[in-house]
């Protein structure tokens, strides 16, 4: 029993590590394209576009590489945004990743929580922190088990039309740090159509 426990972990650091690899290089790209933007320096804020609330509600399609059997997920979400015109908001989404899997790993996650943001042009860029709870179906339907996420991310929106933009990209990496074999992760882009509702 103990050389299975032994082998176990041996294959899993080995999996770890150009996991963590991806994840640290989708950080840094991240972070270079929202820091690439610079202030304009003679923007005035009008009057009217001062104070207030937007909501925008929208659903995207996504890829997520997947610690637990180094698998690659495809799914879908639901997002929701209430956002203040003073940068900062809250994001709500729900996510099911149940496709492109032989050993049918399923994952769900209601997650919430704040982000902030600031456009340049028709470009949003944004960057949020989230937490919920992630349910994780084990290969071939053997358990569920419903865990603690733990998600930071950010992205870029396109404003299309008036009440329409483009998810462009929204990177996430979803840390599980109560999984039954010990804490794993996950990252992943996804990309969609966003309705302004107000």
């Keep these: 029993m103990k050389s299975s426990s032994n082998s176990f972990k041996a294959a899993r650091e080995k999996l770890g590590n150009p996991f963590r690899r991806r994840a640290l290089f989708l950080a ?14 003679a923007q005035v804020i009008f009057a009217g576009d001062e104070g207030g609330i937007t909501l925008t509600a929208g659903a995207t399609g996504s890829g ?29 989404e729900g996510r ?15 997650l919430g929580g704040p982000r902030f943001h600031f456009s340049r042009g028709k470009l949003q860029y944004y960057a949020k922190g989230l937490v919920g709870i992630g349910q994780f179906t084990f290969p071939y339907n053997y358990a569920q088990g419903n865990y603690l996420v733990i998600a930071p991310g950010g992205g870029v929106d396109y404003r299309w039309k008036r009440r329409i933009s483009i998810r462009m990209a929204d990177v996430e990496y979803q840390f599980w740090p109560q999984f039954t074999y010990g804490s794993q992760s996950s990252v992943g882009v996804s990309a969609g159509v966003l309705y302004h509702i107000f």
């Design 96 to 110: 099911w990743l149940a496709w492109h899997n032989p050993t049918q790993i399923q994952t769900k996650t209601w």
């Design 64 to 92: 997520y590489q997947v610690e637990y059997g180094d698998q690659t997920l495809l799914g879908v979400a639901g997002v929701v945004d209430l956002d203040t015109r003073r940068r900062f908001g809250v994001e709500a």
């Design 28 to 41: 840094v790209v991240l972070a270079v394209c929202l820091g690439g933007s610079r202030n304009a320096s």
